[in-house]
């Protein structure tokens, strides 16, 4: 098994940034690819970004490319996302996904293991 906890969550005003970060533990060899996704009230959980283990490859939804940047630490087994230029658009739960192979899905069925979410709220 795999734990994923996401931290960093908060209200920050339009324009403004936060940096999530997700620390896994236990099977940590199944984190080959790891994910943010996100979900907005009575809306489906939505793709952000994955990044696989060598760091080198890395994936982005069209609507954070350019403002937001996923990084991973595999020392210390975590993953960070910096969200810059943030928009209230970008108001939903943030939650953190892992799998155990290098692909990167962009549908959270792709992804065996979850964190609990953390909430980023933008204030217009």
């Known amino acids: 098994q795999v734990q994923l906890v996401e931290s960093g969550g908060g209200l920050v005003q339009s324009g403004g940034s936060l940096r999530l970060s997700c620390a896994a533990s236990g099977r940590t060899f199944s984190t080959d690819a790891m994910g943010w996704f996100r979900q907005a009230p009575g809306k489906e959980r939505t793709f952000v970004a994955g990044?696989?283990?060598?760091?080198?490859?890395?994936a982005y939804a069209d609507s954070v490319t350019g403002r937001f940047t996923i990084s991973r630490d595999n020392a210390k087994n975590t993953v960070n996302l910096q969200m810059d230029s943030l928009k209230p658009e970008d108001t939903a739960v943030y939650y953190c996904?892992?799998?155990?192979?290098?692909?990167?899905?962009?549908?959270?069925?792709?992804?065996?293991?979850w964190g609990q979410g953390t909430q980023v709220t933008v204030s217009s």
């Open positions: 996904a892992a799998r155990g192979d290098s692909k990167i899905p962009l549908h959270w069925s792709g992804y065996d293991y």
């Open positions: 990044i696989r283990r060598s760091g080198g490859n890395t």
